[in-house]
């Protein structure tokens, strides 16, 4: 079975339980996803089945979605609601106020990479580092921030919703901190809905308990995304009869024709083959990555 398992990851899980708890129910070790979530995050996590995770480094489209809940006045050391306050704030701020500051967080931006994350520093996580207690400088990452909005905010209690599109490795709770730096008020994440990842939304989305059921039944191919959809936004490349023959066998067919630089291969039956790119200089078409 190859393909992507859309699904819904419920809060409290890691992204690694999700691929645990699925081998357990499917019976197949090779699974991969895309997109790391937070324990306390919910939402959209594809999972990569079989011949597919081969995917997961070739992604074409990377730009996520999100629904974040927000509290102004606090700090706390994670980031969000799940760590421990650092710091209080008495200072109140208006819906206005927030908006005033949003474009300062769009578009490329540079982030600081909070402490409990997975960011490797110097070979070490720093969440390793962070729950033994030590703080250390970390170097400020490019992020790409298409979309930010504030949905929801209410000023009794400084709590709001935030709509944000973002490119990959953006930290979400960074983005809250940052504007409440930005306002001299603190602020924490309460709340994460990933809304969409790599094209899929919360509507492709299935759960434990369906994923479950269906293998039971012996459907668990309908729950089961093509993989080359991912690549839908990429030219197509149809070969015929010989030139699928060559092309599976390892030879490198002639580009002469081919003006992009990456291209989705399908064979003379119709069935996807893999990815190609395009070596102008030799004049050759290159394997990227087969999935036959």
Partial sequence: ??????????????????????????????????????????????????????????????????????????????????????????????????????????????????????????????????????????????????????TEFDEDSQTGILNIKCGKGTYVRTIIHDIGQELSCGAAMTSLVRTSSNGFTLDDCTDFENVQKMYEENRLEELIIPVDSIFSELPRINLDEKQTFLYKNGVRLSCEGYEQKRYTVYGNDGLFIGTAVTDMENGILKSEKNFF
């Fill in 1 to 150: 079975m190859n393909g992507i398992l859309c699904m819904n990851k419920p809060k409290g899980f890691t992204s690694f339980d999700v691929i645990a708890k699925l081998r357990g129910i499917i019976r197949i070790k090779r699974l991969g996803h895309a997109g790391t979530l937070d324990p306390m995050a919910e939402g959209v996590l594809p999972v990569f089945v079989g011949k597919a995770t081969k995917a997961c480094d070739i992604l074409p489209y990377n730009e996520k979605s999100y629904t974040a809940g927000f509290r102004l006045g606090i700090e706390t050391d994670t980031q969000d609601t799940t760590g421990n306050i650092i710091k209080s704030y008495d200072k109140k701020v208006s819906a206005d106020d927030i908006k005033s500051v949003l474009p300062h967080f769009t578009g490329t931006i540079m982030q600081t990479p909070p402490m409990y994350s997975a960011v490797s520093v110097n070979g070490q996580r720093l969440y390793k580092l962070a729950r033994k207690g030590i703080t250390i400088d970390v170097p400020k990452r490019e992020a790409s921030v298409s979309k930010l909005e504030i």
